[in-house]
């Protein structure tokens, strides 16, 4: 889609659009409610629950949304009737979501797994052998890495599947790494497996994470991000914030700020930073 056309009043800051305005009547549909960092690509979640992706894969899905993920060249969301709906540059089928209602999507290199409304995962797209994913309800959140899943349940315990090993809680939240699982606990330390690919995670404590392949990026309580893993993009520097959530890409990776906007740095080569005005 093309950038949403914002009325501009009074007290409109031009490099954050017409949104650093207090009156949010005029210029809510500017501001952004999510954000999802792909391989070479960043898709956001706008406040009116259109979906906007820039960078390599710069396809708008039609529909409204509750919540966006990206991939490898492609995206998933869950629509506002908790339906899927996948598009981008698939090769594998994973673009080619179950049927069902969601209530979150996950997306990978060249797979996706969906947390249906009972508590169960659904997965599709390319399987990367392993252990088969988990059967069963109870789940209350989920995540896909390159060569892992992870699933959060009631009481807190992480159960992996493809490479990934489980973790036992408990724990508040999960994020898949490269081939085994993370999570953070209720003091906001995060367990990273000993992932070598992107490093262990600094001491929190932390209030959110996210990591990818190289790297990994977490926020603390009033909102400043820090960043590990490999240096070689820029990632480890992150914009200055503050942030209530972060998604980190393949070498780039993004924050929502606590009015509505999106920030990104690290690699640019694929115009995934910089956020449609």
């Known amino acids: 889609m093309s950038s949403l056309a914002c009325d501009a009043p009074d007290g409109a800051v031009a490099s954050r659009q017409d949104c650093d305005d207090a009156d949010r009547t005029v210029t809510t549909g500017c501001r952004w409610t999510q954000v999802s960092a792909g391989a070479t690509h960043t898709c956001g979640l706008h406040e009116d629950g259109s979906v906007e992706c820039w960078g390599y894969m710069r396809e708008d899905p ?30 594998k089928g994973e673009d080619v979501p179950p049927t069902g209602t969601f209530m979150q999507v996950t997306s990978a290199l060249y797979h996706a797994c969906g947390l249906a409304t009972d508590g169960s995962i659904r997965c599709w797209g390319h399987d990367t052998g392993g252990t088969a994913v988990p059967t069963g309800t109870g789940f209350v959140s989920i995540s896909v890495g390159w060569y892992a899943g992870c699933a959060l349940d009631a009481d807190g315990n992480v159960t992996g599947w493809y490479s990934a090993s ?4 408990p724990y508040t939240s999960t994020d898949a790494i490269y081939d085994g699982c993370s999570a953070i606990d209720a003091s906001g330390e995060i367990e990273d497996a000993s992932d070598t690919t992107a490093g262990a995670a600094p001491a929190g404590p932390f209030s959110g994470y996210d990591v990818d392949v190289t790297n990994g990026c977490a926020i603390d309580s009033g909102g400043v991000a820090t960043c590990w893993g490999t240096d070689s993009y820029g990632v480890t520097e992150p914009a200055e ?28 080569s694929g115009g995934a930073c910089p956020v449609p005005e």
């Open 241 to 268: 914030g503050p942030f209530t959530a972060l998604s980190v890409g393949f070498h780039h990776a993004c924050g929502l700020t606590a009015d509505g906007f999106i920030e990104c740095w690290g690699d640019d």
């Open 62 to 91: 039609p529909g409204t949304f509750l919540q966006v993920s990206s991939g490898y060249n492609y995206a998933c969301g869950v629509l506002d009737d908790q339906t899927l709906s996948c598009w981008g540059d698939a090769t």
């Open 166 to 169: 489980s973790l036992a809680g």
